[in-house]
């Protein structure tokens, strides 16, 4: 039978002491870095939602003005009648697009559209949405695209 040196036995016994002495410590390191942890994971979630939201509002924006700038103005009796018709068409084209794709948390996100032909035969898109997030940031964010595009049936 092999014996044990009485030092090393003795280091062993107040190992095993102190191992034993740590074993809350962990519970709390964990309980004060969960918040913390949790905090930073829906902030990136919220961020990330609102820059897919802004990236669909630029698209809807985008699709709204080309559809407004393509108007074929054949059944309009003038040139004031084609450029409320082409706003007309590019905002419901822009809500059409914003329709299914914005993401929110539990109620619907309706986009604010308007849409206007200037005098240099320009087309403008403004559309904003109000974004709420997860519990970061209690207060709605304002997110909002433009898009201006020339128009083709003047």
Known sequence: MTTMRADVAML?????????????????????????????????VTFSLALYNKTVLTMATREGARAGAMYVATAAANIAAAN???????????????????ISFGSSITPSVTSSVDGNKMIIV???????????????????????????YQ
């Not at 002495?21 to 964990?30: A, D, P, T």
């Not at 084209?93 to 914003?98: G, R």
């Open 12 to 44: 062993q016994a107040q190992r095993t002491k102190h191992a034993q002495s740590q074993k809350g410590s962990v519970l709390v390191e964990f309980a004060l870095i969960l918040p913390v942890f949790l905090t930073l994971l829906f902030g990136v």
């Open 84 to 102: 409320t018709a082409a706003a007309n068409t590019a905002t419901n084209t822009t809500k059409a697009v914003c329709q299914n794709k914005l």
């Open 126 to 152: 403004d559309a904003s949405i109000s974004f709420t997030g997860l519990y970061i940031s209690p207060s709605a964010i304002t997110i909002s695209a433009s898009s201006t595009m020339r128009t083709e």
